[in-house]
């Protein structure tokens, strides 16, 4: 078996597949760790300055909180680029998302150049070229037949390829994270502490199963299908399906079978919700104030207060509703993409370099944790929490004879010492949060491993060499 194993290592190792890889590989993990350097001095050198200002600046009306830029953004991006860097709190748990950085809308899907990219598209195309005609070709040229009549047997020839195909890859691999890992280092030491480096041993596993499953297909169908050229065309096909059109239906289908309403069907709910929420609660305030019910211009106030505080509820549950509903579909979204190995290697990658929606939705807990610490704040400094609102009124009333002004109540700005203002602070996650929040992720891949393997031998001991 180490003969078999040697010679198969060798022989990829010659290959032209190789030769190009490994260019390919030095090229894109330098540009990998480039780019990252000078994507994460900006983000951070941002988020410092963001943050000192807020820090300068502390305000009773409404506060901005922002969220760290991941250390391991050079490892799987996890679409943090169209994602909110923070978002605005307002008393009484009013909470408004910052805008994500600009868009490319000439080029909208321009992939990020990460560690899992770079894995999930070039190093899986490359073990299938190499595993195509592992067993097909062989069998094409006649010298399986001749290598079987050796004492050697299937299995132990079969664990032979697989384990060349995947050496070949992973001498690569391993030259171009390094080659990252010390442009990386050489610029942003900081970055690369003992939990970085424990997490990229992580991700070197992740890689090795999900490189191992497409050499577990190539084996496969090398074994099941005669001709070479056929095998190929099977797997690019697979390739294909699994990078590419799964993921892109899942969206498709989550938005079909997921009941979230339109962008242009929340817009025609806005108004009429305003209108019966907080306009009508408004009037019954006028109309009692008429009758008589309301004897004093404080109870007048106080009730329009009431009333459009419960109202501003309403509509603000209209629009929580709606959120709920777009996360479902995103969530549905996931689930169906999971189908793919693709994605839960993409998904299992985000969660050990704490990126990707998991940590968007961490984030928000703990800006909303946050929130009672400041609406606390306020009460103890202004002695009431306002709540703010997109919308505001402006009407009057009659009482006794005198026109009573009834406007939109909004947060006061407390004018004294705010030393004592509290500080927010981002809940740090560990490595084995991480590993627990991809548990089933990783168990995924693991599943397509043994699945796969099982075909591939099955398929290899039955095939005829003759």
Do not use: C
């Amino acid at each position: 078996m180490k003969t078999i194993f040697r010679r198969e290592l060798l022989d990829h190792l010659k290959s032209v597949q190789f030769s190009v890889l490994l260019a390919a590989g030095l090229i894109l993990f330098a540009a990998n760790g480039i780019v990252f350097v000078q994507q994460y001095s900006r983000l951070n050198s941002d988020y410092r300055l963001h943050v000192a200002q807020e820090d300068q600046h502390p305000s009773t009306v409404g506060t901005s909180l922002f969220k760290a830029p991941s250390p391991l953004l050079f490892m799987a991006e996890g679409g943090e680029k169209n994602s909110p860097p923070g978002y605005v709190l307002f008393p009484k748990q009013g909470i408004s998302a910052m805008p994500a950085g600009p868009r490319n809308f000439k080029m909208p899907e321009v992939p990020e150049l990460d560690w899992a990219f770079i894995i999930k598209m070039v190093f899986s195309l490359y073990v299938i070229l190499l595993g195509f005609e592992t067993v097909s070709g062989e069998k094409e040229r006649g010298t399986l037949r001749l290598v079987l009549s050796n004492p050697v047997g299937r299995v132990k020839l079969l664990t032979a390829k697989y384990l060349a195909i995947l050496a070949s890859a992973m001498v690569p691999f391993l030259i171009g994270l390094v080659v990252s890992l010390i442009i990386i280092g050489l610029f942003l030491p900081s970055v690369l502490g003992l939990g970085s480096l424990l997490r990229v041993v992580v991700f070197l596993f992740l890689s090795l199963a999900y490189l191992s499953l497409f050499a577990f297909l190539s084996l496969f169908f090398s074994s099941l299908i005669l001709r070479s050229s056929l095998v190929l065309l099977v797997l690019l096909a697979f390739w294909i399906i699994f990078a590419f059109i799964i993921p892109d239906a899942s969206s498709l289908l989550a938005e079909k079978f997921a009941k979230a309403p339109s962008e242009y069907q929340m817009a025609k709910l806005v108004g009429p919700t305003i209108q019966k929420e907080v306009w009508a609660r408004i009037e019954r305030v006028r109309d009692r104030a008429e009758k008589g019910e309301l004897k004093t211009e404080k109870d007048v106030l106080a009730e329009a207060d009431r009333a459009f505080s419960e109202g501003q509820e309403r509509v603000r549950k209209l629009y929580d509703d709606y959120d709920k509903a777009m996360q479902q579909r995103a969530d549905l979204a996931r689930k169906i993409s999971r189908v793919s190995p693709a994605a839960l290697f993409q998904y299992s990658a985000d969660d050990i370099a704490e990126t990707g929606p998991a940590v968007d939705a961490r984030f928000l807990q703990d800006v909303r944790n946050f929130s009672r610490t400041y609406d606390d704040y306020i009460m103890k400094k202004v002695g009431q929490v306002v709540g703010t609102s997109p919308w505001s009124y402006s009407t009057s009333v009659t009482l006794n004879g005198k026109h009573v002004y009834l406007g939109s109540p909004f947060p006061q700005e407390y004018q004294g010492d705010k030393s004592d203002f509290p500080r927010f602070s981002e809940s740090q996650p560990s490595l084995v949060d991480g590993l627990r929040n991809g548990l089933w992720d990783i168990a995924g891949l693991l599943v397509w491993n043994i699945l796969l393997a099982g075909l591939a031998f099955s398929a290899f001991l039955r095939t005829d060499v003759r």
